[in-house]
């Protein structure tokens, strides 16, 4: 999240203000009553604060999330929990009437695997694909496995690698200021 608001701070010329913006943050999480601080609510509250930051006046403008939030479309506890004044000046956005309007689309869970992908795609990766999109997951599977990043900055892990390849010893013992460490080969 703290990445995110760097580069939307950045973007603006204003990467200066982030310790201000996380300040903000804080304020907006209160305001939208303390929601868990997870995808993608977290990215609705950092967004919120960068541009009241970026704007100069809180709540000038509002991300189309802020106004689902408060109109309860990502919970039906938002609009309750929320600060009334902030609900209230949020939804007075003229944007705000088109997302009072909109229904979500209630899809069978065979049409959304039909939507997103079809049989073959694993739950997870449908949930993905739902939430992220198609975009993000297929740069994902492009991306391939995630790798492994071994450096002289992790000796222990560089030695324990070199000592299971060794074929002339079954047993390593270390010892060190009441600490002990025992790594043994067990035989086929």
């Not at 944007?95 to 992908?117: H, I, Y």
Request: contains cysteine; glycine residues 8%.
């Amino acid at each position: 999240m703290i990445s995110n608001l760097r580069h939307q701070l950045r973007t603006m010329g204003m990467e200066d203000r982030l310790q201000e913006t996380l300040d903000e943050a804080g304020r907006v999480r209160a305001e939208f009553g303390y929601p868990i601080m997870v995808t993608p609510l977290a990215q609705f509250v950092g967004s919120q604060a960068a541009i009241n930051v970026i704007t100069g006046e809180r709540y000038k403008e509002v991300t189309d999330q802020s106004i689902q939030y408060a109109l309860g479309h990502w919970g039906k506890e938002a609009p309750e929990v929320m600060d009334v004044d902030i609900k209230d000046k949020i939804l007075s956005h003229p944007r705000a009437k088109d997302w009072a309007k909109w229904t979500p689309p209630d899809l069978s869970l065979e049409q959304v695997r039909e939507k997103f992908g079809g049989p073959g795609v694993s739950d997870e990766e449908l949930v993905l694909r739902v939430i992220a999109g198609e975009t993000a997951v297929k740069a994902m599977l492009a991306a391939g496995a995630p790798k492994e990043y071994l450096s002289a900055r992790q000796p222990l892990v560089h030695l324990i690698g070199e000592l299971a390849q060794r074929q002339d010893c079954r047993q390593v013992f270390l010892q060190k200021n009441g600490f002990m460490l025992r790594i043994e080969k067990k035989t086929a």
